[in-house]
């Protein structure tokens, strides 16, 4: 059994909280989550780079985003790397940093994005009564996770369809089974797109800005992809998404190998 190394927030010694942007008197809260292993108890780093992906999507809601419409940013400070079977550690440290937040800033309605095993904390963490909607980014979804909290809830689901980490197709699933549970689901498939949002990165952060802004503002459905409706058995609609106009570019990242009916490998997610 490998001793457990995490960051002193486990212990009660520190936040759970990164705090990005701190306005006065915010409107609202995006928390963003990042991934990380399906099995790890190696302390979390700054410098991993699931954690570093993410940063990169949370400067560009903070710049195009968060100064607009008044919003407190942050993201949720791990303190392990991995999922961790029943111990689920990153959805532990994300309740943590929402009771944190709601001390801070009461009342405040909460957006939580999330990417690959982030993107699973965060559609578990939506059980939490002052989350209002969640962005799921290449989301983790085994079989059998839960979504009947998710009833009042809005799920925006982005995958690409190059993804070899997670599963395109359990994402899709997943957000069928939110729609049928009575939430309001929506989803797209990123023509081109890889798991570590690499590929296409402009569109990748384009169409989370435009999700964000909708989520946060609830004017402008508009900007959000397809609805499921509950009973929709049809395919997930696929898109070249908007905002970048070019060809496909970047590179594969740790997107490779197979992609398994539980959309698990060792690689980061």
């Known amino acids: 059994m490998h001793e457990r190394q995490g960051t002193g927030a486990g212990r009660g ?3 759970a ?6 306005p006065a008197d915010p409107l609202a809260a995006v928390l963003m989550l990042h991934g990380g292993r399906a099995d790890s108890v190696a302390a979390s780093r700054a410098w991993h780079p699931a954690r570093l992906r993410m940063l990169a999507v949370a ?3 903070g710049r195009e985003v968060a100064e607009e419409q ?4 942050g993201c949720v400070r791990y303190r392990y790397r991995g999922w961790n079977g ?3 550690d990153p959805l532990q440290d994300a309740m943590r940093a929402l009771a944190e937040l709601e001390r801070l800033h009461p009342g405040l309605p909460v957006v939580l994005v999330g990417h690959s095993m982030g993107g699973r ?3 578990r963490a939506a059980e939490h009564p002052r989350v209002r909607a969640v962005v799921a980014l290449a989301p983790w979804c085994p079989p059998g996770e839960p979504v009947e ?6 799920v925006v689901v982005l995958h690409g369809d190059r993804d070899r980490v997670t599963d395109p197709r359990a994402s899709l699933d997943f957000a069928r089974r939110v729609a049928d549970a009575g939430g309001r689901a929506h989803a797209l498939v990123l023509k081109g797109g890889d798991h570590a949002m690499l590929r296409r990165a402009g ?7 435009d999700a964000t802004a909708a989520l946060v503002s609830r004017g402008s459905a508009g900007l959000l992809p397809p609805a499921l409706v509950p009973g929709d058995g049809g395919g997930l609609a696929t898109g070249r998404g908007h905002g970048d106009g070019a060809a496909d570019g970047g590179r594969a990242g740790d997107s490779d190998g197979e992609v398994g009916g539980t959309g698990v490998r060792a690689a980061d997610r």
Do not use: F
């Open 70 to 73: 008044r919003l407190w940013t």
């Open 59 to 61: 400067r560009t809601v």
């Open 13 to 15: 010694e520190g936040s």
């Open 17 to 22: 909280l990164r705090v990005h942007r701190k």
């Open 86 to 88: 029943t111990d689920a």
């Open 203 to 209: 569109t990748w952060h384009r169409l989370t800005v």
């Open 149 to 154: 909290h998710l009833r009042d809830r809005t």
């Open 121 to 123: 904390a965060a559609l």
